[in-house]
């Protein structure tokens, strides 16, 4: 066995601290010493190491400002890269030559946003992965920074910061910055590799910080960078924790000094107990400004449609947790090392992440496991590989394991596991499902991890992704994120049937579409037809290669048949003419359709040019559970009943009110429009012959 050295102790630390998202690593003294094979802290050995560590550009300091030497070995130790003075955050604007792709909902956001007057106090309410943070970024170059208005972007977490400096810093373009080829941006939170409020200056018109570093500092806030006649931008990341005392403190305050429009950015709007409900409706008085649901997403592809699998690992005896353990589990997300070595080589925990894997790979396919350290990126693959399962590792910054990436994407192997894999800019589109081995308190991080396999169709991934989330049984008092708690609001009524007894995926999506679409179809004359001709079969859902538009093509009952009939027959390698095609399908397949509702000759030429463009032919998306908007049928139920008066209107409120009928969503919450429609349908059934 190879000697441990101080080198070789402070060269594997480095490693480790590289692999971590803020290449930061935290463990305690004692396990440190025996890390670099030395028992006694003498003051050669101080000498040598801090030597080492200057050569090796990185520093040993911690929280208390205690130096390292002299620490009793059970405290914490943090080893990060050298600290540098910290630069004035620059931004400059970069030349763009196309504008960033957005998609038809972040569009719409943004145009809802420009029309409302300002000041403001609302929420942008935009699921999971659906792009929240480009639509506020968007939003506050265009009307912050171009109008030379100060903005502040508040958020609760470092993680959360960080990615809010990075989205503006890469939008930050001459499609969007017409006057100035720069601006300053300052990041304010206690983590070391942010500033004081103390560097804010004047000149600074951007300025992100956690509430936590601006609470107790918002008189120097407002003395050093905001003047009562300023036009102040809040963003509020995470709008659902603004009801918290520090939030209400910092924009109460900073309320009374001038007149800020605040956006508040959340994925579910007032997730949070009844008594805050009130607080958090009072704080964004405007309401909600826009709002998504993850099924609109699915339905058009952005997002693949995501099942979750929680899986107990059986892990009951973890070692001891102190205090200072959970604290830094919570304030830094690192485990600490005996817990993590711990898990790394538990037998039984490792034989069920593989076992899984095994039993249900004709259903899992390419898939992406998150594990631990190297060690145990290390122990699954070998125990992946024994049973026959194609499968390597990946650990960021080892170049010797790049080839194992690139068999990965090439589809040689079924099965990577990788740590730290997060900070590569690495594409893998096609990826089928997710294995979370590791836990985590950063909401960023499970983002970041589930996102690896949540792109849809339209985004270059798949129709679904798989979740499994290995869970071990540990002490309540920690926070751990679970995969369904970020989507649990949206996803409260997609039923997630049993992974390995689900069937082969069908095309479907919900009416939350619907509604959207109906706006269309609203204001047509469709009383001739009975209501069940006018909800559509499904929709043809895909991106105009052109102007990378969203295009909605809404199928009726009696077209369904003549589109999947001239879908099926459309030649992707034809180079006829664009007229000469379409005038052949609608005399051969829309010929008795062409006047009828819903059809549009617009609709054939759309699909014609998508798939000319890509080749691909898009997918009829059907709808889910057209019966609960059926109006027919509700209006064929209450003739049954014979209701009148007071009994017939509590059997339509019961109805337009049940959550699980979507008629209020159908109908654009528009009960007028309703009732109309109910009363056309009775009418039908009593007076048939006015409608022949």
């Given amino acids: 066995m190879m000697k441990v050295t101080i080198h070789s102790g402070l060269y594997e630390i480095k490693k480790e601290m590289q692999q971590r998202k803020h290449q930061r690593m935290t463990i305690k003294m004692r396990s440190f010493m025996a890390r670099i094979g030395q028992k006694r802290r003498t003051n050669q050995l101080v000498e040598q190491v801090n030597k080492r560590l200057g050569e090796m550009g990185m520093r040993a300091y911690s929280p208390t400002g205690t130096q390292w030497q002299h620490l009793k070995m059970d405290e914490w130790v943090t080893f990060s890269k050298q600290l540098q003075d910290p630069p004035r955050h620059i931004i400059k604007v970069q030349k763009q030559a196309r504008p960033f792709r957005l998609y038809l909902h972040q569009q719409e956001a943004l145009h809802k946003l420009e029309r409302i007057k300002q000041p403001f106090s609302g929420i942008l309410s935009i699921p999971t992965g659906g792009g929240k943070t480009v639509v506020a970024v968007h939003w506050l170059l265009k009307e912050g ?160 449609e995501p099942i979750f699998k929680e899986m107990k690992t059986g892990v009951k005896k973890l070692p001891t947790l102190s205090m200072k353990d959970v604290q830094q589990i919570h304030t830094a997300d690192v485990l600490p090392p005996k817990i993590e070595q711990y898990l790394a080589v538990h037998q039984s925990r490792n034989k069920a992440i593989v076992g899984e894997y095994v039993n249900g790979a004709h259903v899992y396919k390419k898939t992406l496991v998150f594990a631990l350290n190297r060690n145990h990126a290390v122990q699954l693959t070998n125990q992946f590989s024994a049973q026959g399962i194609r499968a390597d590792f990946f650990i960021s910054g080892e170049e010797k394991k790049q080839t194992a990436l690139e068999q990965f994407k090439d589809g040689t192997l079924d099965v990577l596991v990788n740590v730290n894999m997060l900070t590569e800019g690495t594409d893998l589109p096609d990826v089928q499902t997710v294995f979370l081995t590791r836990p985590t308190t950063s909401a960023i991080l499970m983002t970041q991890m589930i996102g ?48 390995l007894e689900r069937k082969p995926p069908v095309e479907s999506i919900s009416f939350h579409l619907v509604q959207h679409l109906f706006e269309k179809i609203i204001h047509r004359d469709t009383e001739q037809y009975r209501f069940t001709e006018t909800i559509p079969i499904g929709v043809y859902s895909f991106l105009d290669p052109k102007t990378e538009q969203t295009v909605d093509i809404l199928v009726y009952e009696h077209l369904v048949d003549a589109f999947e009939a001239w879908m099926k027959a459309l030649d992707i390698g034809s180079v006829e003419e664009k007229t000469t095609q379409i005038n052949h399908a609608e005399r051969r397949y829309f010929k008795e359709k062409r006047h009828t509702f819903g059809y549009d000759r617009n609709d054939l030429l759309a699909i014609y040019q998508y798939v000319k463009e890509t080749k691909k032919k898009p997918m009829l998306r059907r709808f889910k559970n057209r019966e609960a908007v059926d109006v027919t049928k509700l209006a064929e139920k209450l003739s049954q009943k014979g209701l009148v008066g007071e009994a017939k209107k509590a059997f339509i409120d019961r109805h337009w009110h049940d959550e699980q009928s979507f008629l209020a969503v159908y109908f654009g919450f528009n009960k007028l429009a309703f009732r109309k429609r109910l009363e056309v349908e009775l009418l039908r059934l009593e007076e048939p012959e006015l409608f022949e």
């Fill in 145 to 304: 920074v171009e109008k030379g208005r100060k903005v502040l972007w508040l958020t609760h977490r470092h993680d959360l910061l960080d990615q809010a400096y990075e989205t503006i810093q890469k939008h930050a373009t001459d499609a969007l910055l017409t006057e100035g080829q720069s601006f300053i941006c300052r990041l304010i939170s206690s983590d070391e590799t942010h500033e004081s409020i103390k560097d804010i200056q004047a000149m600074d018109q951007v300025v992100i910080a956690t509430n936590g570093s601006l609470v107790g500092q918002l008189t120097l806030l407002l003395k050093n960078w905001l003047t009562p006649q300023e036009e102040l931008l809040i963003i509020v990341d995470e709008a659902h924790h603004a009801v918290s005392e520090t939030y209400e403190h910092i924009l109460t305050t900073l309320s009374h000094q001038v007149k800020p429009t605040i956006l508040g950015l959340t994925a579910t709007p007032f997730r949070t107990v009844e008594e805050e409900k009130g607080l958090l409706k009072k704080r964004f008085s405007t309401d909600i400004l826009y709002k998504l649901d993850i099924s609109t997403l699915i339905a058009r592809g952005i997002l693949a």
């Fill in 452 to 499: 690896r396999a949540m792109r849809g169709i339209e985004a270059g991934g798949t129709e679904t992704a798989r979740i499994v989330h290995f869970q071990d049984d540990w002490p309540e008092t920690i926070s751990w994120i679970t995969p369904n708690e970020l989507y649990r609001d949206d996803l409260s009524r997609l039923k997630q049937p049993h992974l």
